[in-house]
């Protein structure tokens, strides 16, 4: 069960902020946020982001950062301005670089935005991870990824689906799960590779659902988010 009463949040991927800022508009009420990523951010910036943050949706500003803990810190901080519910970082940039992270977001009280930690990104499998030096299976990384956010003080982790019931069994229920690689039967895949459906992936307990092409590539967003819906009440 969804900790969030509508775990659906829409990936903005585009350079266009007026696309963006209308894909936001059109989608609200039957998403629970939408995700602001390096694409965008990249291209449009605060000022973008700000357009699009004039729908009235939650916002997950997905940087990703991965760096030395000062800059990491100093890159958390520069974002709490503008108020994002959700911001991450990638864990393998260590126990130190994630406390920093942790202690950043804190300077914004209790406005602070959740702070998760990306583990194994969905579109490796085994043998792409073998080829970055990591031995063993996706699952097995992302719980040690997972177990060292914790430690670091993080609210939850991105990981996919496959590995949501040895993390709630491993990290509890309180520990965010925040879930890409989600594709509506039928759906082009993509380069995704670990990937599961909405209601399965919900089903397993995910918190957050993060879809982005099977409803940003669809003729009708909305009609597209309202079918996901739909299925996940089924
Ligand atoms: O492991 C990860 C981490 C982040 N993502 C992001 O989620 C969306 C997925 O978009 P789709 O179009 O539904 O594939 C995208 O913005 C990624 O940057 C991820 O896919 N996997």
Redesign the pocket.
Known sequence: MSVIPNPIFC?L?TVDEAHAASLARGLKGTVGGV?L?MEFFNAQGPQGYRAVAEAGVPIFL?L?LHDIPNTVAGGIRATLPLKPAIVNVHAAGGLAMMRAAADAAKEAGDARPLVIA?T????LDQSDLAATGVAGTPADHVLRLAHLAAKAGLDGV?C?AHEIERLRAELGRDFKLIV???RPTGSDI???KRIMTPPEALALGADIL?????I?GATNPREAAEAISASLAA
């Not at 993060?210 to 099977?214: A, Y």
């Open positions: 990936a991927d995700k990523g997905d990703k990306v194994v990104l969905t579109s991105v996919s890409p690689g989600i993509g380069d995704q993060v879809i982005g092409r099977p940003t």
